[in-house]
């Protein structure tokens, strides 16, 4: 059961990261980014691409993983009340099946609340670290194909 609780957490921690990633991208401004290119930071060209493509970049994280961290989390919430009710006995079964869904709503609409306006507050930080994420990982798969 806590295992079920803590898998749950991560997808909806997964849907609020996401969403805060695509905020950050459609708020941030691509001036500085230019800078840390000239300057050969790693990640800088990673993040202008993020920027020039921010409605795809925003579309994706907002709505396509957002959209299947509400669904998956939904999912996951009813199984753990399923599992509730099948380890316990309470009078009124549907008060499980609410609270569920009430817990998983609650942290998804304040996560994402409070995650946009960090979003749009630290725009420019979180830019450089996905476009840092992504030029490290892109760097891996490139050395994995080298290898070969």
């Known amino acids: 059961m806590f295992v079920a609780f803590l898998i749950l957490l991560l ?9 805060i990633i695509g905020v ?21 060209m990673d993040s202008i691409k993020l920027l020039r493509n921010a409605e795809r970049v925003s579309s994706i994280c907002n709505d396509v993983v957002g959209d299947i ?4 989390s ?3 919430s009813a199984t753990i009340a399923l599992q509730i009710l099948q380890n316990f006995d309470f009078s009124w079964p549907q008060v499980v099946s609410l609270m569920m869904s009430a817990l998983v709503a ?5 996560g994402k609340a409070i995650g946009k306006t960090f979003a749009i507050g ?5 830019v450089t670290l996905v476009g840092s994420v992504l030029y490290q990982l892109r760097h891996i798969f490139d050395f994995k194909k080298k290898k070969k």
């Open 122 to 126: 630290s725009c420019t930080k979180i």
């Open 11 to 19: 997808i909806v921690l997964i849907g609020i990261i996401f969403d």
């Open 74 to 76: 939904g999912s996951a």
């Open 106 to 110: 609650g942290l998804t609409v304040a």
């Open 24 to 44: 950050a991208v459609t708020s941030a401004d691509e001036k500085p980014f230019h800078s840390m290119a000239s300057r050969k930071v790693p990640g800088a």
């Open 69 to 72: 961290c509400g669904v998956v």
